[in-house]
C-alpha cells in the first residue's frame, strides 16, 4: 500500500516536472535593467553591452535592483541553411556575451519580431518561432521583447483590410511565440511591444504577456515622456504580479530634458508599476542621473510587494496628482507640474488619497521626512517636475 502511494506519489511529480519548469514565475516586479534602443540605437555591439554590464555593477545599479541587460534591435545576422538564426558581425558569440553577463550577475534580453523582418528591417522570427526561442534558450537569454513591426504587412496582406482578421492574426503571432518559449522550459520574461494596438492590456496576459507596451515610442523630450506617461491613467487595473503595462524606457541621462523632467519620468513610472529599463549610456552618468536612477525610495516604490498600479487622483490646470497604494497601506503620491512656470503653494487634502487621522511624510526627492502632518499637505513643484512622498497613515478612508 505505502509503495503504491510512493510510486503513484513519483509519478505524479515525474508529469509535473516539465510544468513546473514553464510556470516558475517570472517578473513578480516590473523588470529593472537596460535596453540599448534610446541611446545607442543601431550602433551597438558586443563591447558596449559588456560595457553596460560592467558599469551597471561598478555604479551600484545591480544592487538596486537593475538586473537585465537587453539588446535591442540591431544584433541579429542571417539565417543558415537550416534556418537557424546567427548574430550579425557586431555580436561574435552571443553564448559567450551571456556567460559574460551572467558572471555579474546580471541577465541578458534579446529583441526580435513576429514578422519577416524588425523596425530596423534586420531578421524577424516569422516561421522560426520554435528555432528561434531554442536558439535564444540554448545562448542563456533570459528576456525577450517582441516587436510587431514587420508583421504588419501579413496582417495588411492577409486580412483584406478586415480588423478583426488582422488582430486575430497578431494574437496568434503572439501566442505562436509564448508557446515556442514555454517549450524551452527556461524562464523567459516575454516582453510584447505592439504599442498598445487593440488593447493589448486586455488579451496580453492571456497569450503570455509579462509586459506589454502600451504606445508608441517614447523619445527624450518632456513633451513626448510626459504625453506617454500621463495618458496611462484607467490602464492600472490591468496590471498584476507577473504582468505589467509597459510606457516604454528610461531617457534618463541621454541629455535632452531638465534634471526635474527626469525626475518627473521616475517618479511617474514608479507610481504606474512600470518597468524601470535605463535608456542611457551607463559608462558616462553624472551624479545627477545616477542620483534619479537609483533614489531607493522611488525604487521601493516601483517595486512594491503589494503590486497595484497607481493612478490619476485628480487633475486640475497644469497641477496632476497621482497616488499608488502600498503594501501595509502606504500610499505614493505624486504631485505633477505640467505647466511651464514653477507653481504657487498647491495644496491637497490627505483625505483624497484615502488617508485620515496624523500622515507621516517622507519626501522622496530631498530623501527627507517632513514628520507627522493632519489634514492636507502644500507644496511647491517646479516646472516640468514632481514632488513625490510616500504617506503613512493608521486610518484609511474608503475612496
Ligand atoms: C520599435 C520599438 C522600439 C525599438 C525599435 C527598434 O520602434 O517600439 O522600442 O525596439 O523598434 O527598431
Not at 515622456?225 to 524606457?249: C, E, R
Request: hydrophobic share 40%; charged share 20%.
Amino acid at each position: 500500500m505505502r509503495c503504491t502511494r510512493q510510486l503513484l506519489l513519483l509519478s505524479l511529480s515525474v508529469l509535473w516536472l516539465p510544468l513546473c519548469a514553464q510556470s516558475v514565475p517570472v517578473a513578480n516586479t516590473p523588470p529593472m535593467g537596460w535596453n540599448s534602443w534610446n541611446h545607442f540605437k543601431r550602433n551597438t555591439d558586443d563591447s558596449v553591452v559588456r560595457a553596460a554590464a560592467d558599469a551597471m555593477v561598478s555604479s551600484g545599479m545591480r544592487d538596486e535592483g537593475y538586473v537585465y541587460v537587453n539588446i535591442d534591435d540591431a544584433w541579429e545576422g542571417e539565417r543558415d541553411a537550416q534556418g537557424v538564426i546567427h548574430p550579425n558581425s557586431k555580436f561574435p558569440d552571443m553564448k559567450a556575451l551571456a556567460d559574460y553577463v551572467h558572471s555579474k550577475g546580471l541577465k541578458l534580453g534579446l529583441y526580435s519580431s513576429p514578422g519577416p523582418k524588425t523596425c530596423a528591417k534586420f531578421e524577424g522570427s516569422y516561421g522560426h518561432e520554435q528555432q528561434d526561442a531554442d536558439t535564444y534558450a540554448a545562448w542563456g537569454i533570459d528576456y525577450l521583447k517582441y516587436d510587431l513591426c514587420g508583421l504588419r504587412d501579413v496582417m495588411r496582406d492577409q486580412s483584406n483590410g478586415d480588423p478583426t482578421i488582422a488582430s486575430k492574426i497578431m494574437r496568434d503571432a503572439y501566442e505562436k511565440m509564448h508557446q515556442a518559449l514555454l517549450q524551452t522550459h527556461r524562464p523567459i520574461v516575454y516582453s510584447f511591444c505592439e504599442y498598445g494596438w487593440d488593447s493589448v492590456w486586455v488579451w496580453g496576459p492571456g497569450a503570455g504577456a509579462n509586459l506589454w507596451r502600451t504606445t508608441g515610442d517614447v523619445n527624450d523630450t518632456y513633451d513626448r515622456m510626459s504625453v506617454i506617461g500621463f495618458s496611462q491613467a484607467g490602464l492600472a487595473k490591468y496590471a498584476t504580479k507577473g504582468h505589467w503595462n509597459d510606457p516604454d524606457m528610461l531617457e534618463i541621462g541621454n541629455g535632452g530634458m531638465t534634471p526635474d523632467a527626469y525626475r518627473t519620468q521616475m517618479s511617474l513610472w514608479s507610481l504606474l508599476a512600470a518597468p524601470l529599463l535605463a535608456g542611457n549610456d551607463l559608462t558616462k552618468m553624472d551624479d545627477i542621473t545616477r542620483s534619479i536612477l537609483m533614489n531607493r525610495d522611488a525604487i521601493a516604490i516601483d517595486q512594491d510587494s503589494l503590486g497595484r498600479q497607481g493612478d490619476r487622483v485628480s487633475a486640475v490646470g497644469p497641477i496632476e496628482v497621482w497616488m499608488r497604494p502600498l503594501a501595509g497601506g502606504d500610499r505614493a503620491v505624486g504631485i505633477f507640474n505640467r505647466g511651464p512656470a514653477t507653481t504657487y503653494p498647491v495644496g491637497f487634502r490627505f483625505r483624497e488619497v484615502g488617508l485620515a487621522g496624523p500622515v507621516r511624510v517622507r519626501d522622496v526627492w530631498s530623501q527627507k521626512d517632513l514628520g507627522i502632518q493632519r489634514g492636507s499637505f502644500s507644496v511647491i513643484v517646479p516646472t516640468h517636475g514632481v514632488v513625490l512622498l510616500r504617506l503613512s497613515s493608521r486610518r484609511q478612508v474608503r475612496r
